[in-house]
């Protein structure tokens, strides 16, 4: 455990670096490589580490998912793209569905967590599995919202694009806290594809 939050925090001063740095950001029309790629590339790393890693396998499966489900609810912070939106800082286009599919799962988060308290069988409904499939294609359709802007995007004076988001402290956003979350998502699904779930004391 010692060990992932010494990752986390050094992936998070790497991110903040970065990005003060302007590494994300590149002019309009062009593909935002390394914005993907600081989506991405955890999240594969996660997958390896699950596979090949006996201890990292063990944490994610006795992970507690009233936890992994609390967490969510920091994405009701989601309503920060529309009011960006409204005061023309962001695309309609990437704000709109990136800002209703996170208050959509923030908002119902404590509802999980507390179904999961209440009622432990809940972890293994097909409400729950739903609410995480639901969970991660909000953050697919909104990273891949914000990719397709930024890369249709013409440059031209006055233009509201989704280079905000490439930019420090936007820019913590898809690419620190988009994969913790896309995390959380999975490691509940594979505790229950792979029966291993243990009730937390």
């Not at 704000?95 to 293994?124: E, H, K, N, Y």
């Amino acid at each position: 455990m010692k060990l992932v939050v010494t990752v986390l925090a050094a992936w998070l001063a790497l991110v903040v670096f970065l990005g003060l740095h302007g590494t994300f950001t590149k002019p309009p029309g062009i593909p935002p490589l390394p914005i993907l790629l600081a989506v991405v590339v955890p999240v594969v790393v996660f997958l390896i580490a699950f596979q090949f890693s006996k201890s990292f396998r063990q944490l994610v499966l006795t992970f507690d998912p009233r936890l992994a489900a609390g967490m969510q609810a920091w994405r009701f912070a989601g309503l920060g793209f529309l009011a960006l939106y409204a005061n023309g800082v962001l695309p309609g286009a990437f704000a709109w569905p990136a800002g209703i599919g996170d208050i959509a799962v923030g908002i119902t988060a404590p509802w999980v967590m507390l179904a999961l308290i209440q009622r432990p069988g809940f972890a293994t409904s097909k409400l729950f599995v739903l609410w995480n499939w639901f969970g991660m294609l909000d953050l697919i359709v909104a990273v891949g919202s914000g990719g397709l802007n930024s890369l249709f995007a013409r440059g031209i004076m006055g233009e509201i694009t989704t280079r905000p988001m490439t930019q420090m402290p936007l820019v913590l956003i898809p690419a620190y806290f988009v994969p913790i979350f896309f995390a959380l998502h999975l490691a509940v699904l594979f505790q229950m594809r792979w029966g291993s779930r243990q009730s937390p004391r």
